[in-house]
């Protein structure tokens, strides 16, 4: 299973970028898919899920009012970011798993190889 994500770049504070995610693989697979991301220097960190069907959705406390997760089918997932901060610079990462689900990496086997974020100030 391959994971791409696209989308980043580089804009000022208070604008929206949107991320798209695609995950590749047998037709049949229906994957919960998620957000991280990782900050200059820090651990990676849980953004947003959604589950398989779409009809839960989780974010964490800073980013909730201002990104949007959704999905497109069993393999697709954006990431919708507005009012962006400089503290929102990191890379973004999507993640894909069959399975599970939840805020820990540990919870999915599939990964992107990231997209960079960058907010000036």
């Known amino acids: 299973v391959q994971v791409v994500e696209s989308g980043g770049g580089v804009v000022q504070t208070g604008a929206s970028l949107r991320l798209s995610c695609v995950a590749s693989?047998?037709?049949?697979?229906?994957?919960?898919m998620a957000w991280f991301r990782q900050p200059p220097g820090k651990e990676r960190e849980f953004v947003a899920d959604?589950?398989?069907?779409?009809?839960?959705t989780e974010y964490s406390d800073s980013v909730k009012g201002r990104f949007t997760i959704s999905r497109a089918g069993k393999n697709r997932a954006y990431l919708e970011m507005n009012s962006l901060k400089p503290e929102d610079t990191a890379v973004y990462y999507c993640?894909?798993?069959?399975?599970?689900?939840?805020?820990?990496?540990?919870?999915?086997?599939?990964w992107g190889q990231g997209t960079q974020v960058t907010v000036s100030s």
């Open positions: 993640a894909a798993d069959l399975v599970n689900i939840g805020r820990s990496p540990g919870d999915y086997d599939h």
């Open positions: 693989g047998p037709s049949s697979n229906n994957y919960a």
């Open positions: 959604i589950t398989w069907t779409g009809g839960s």
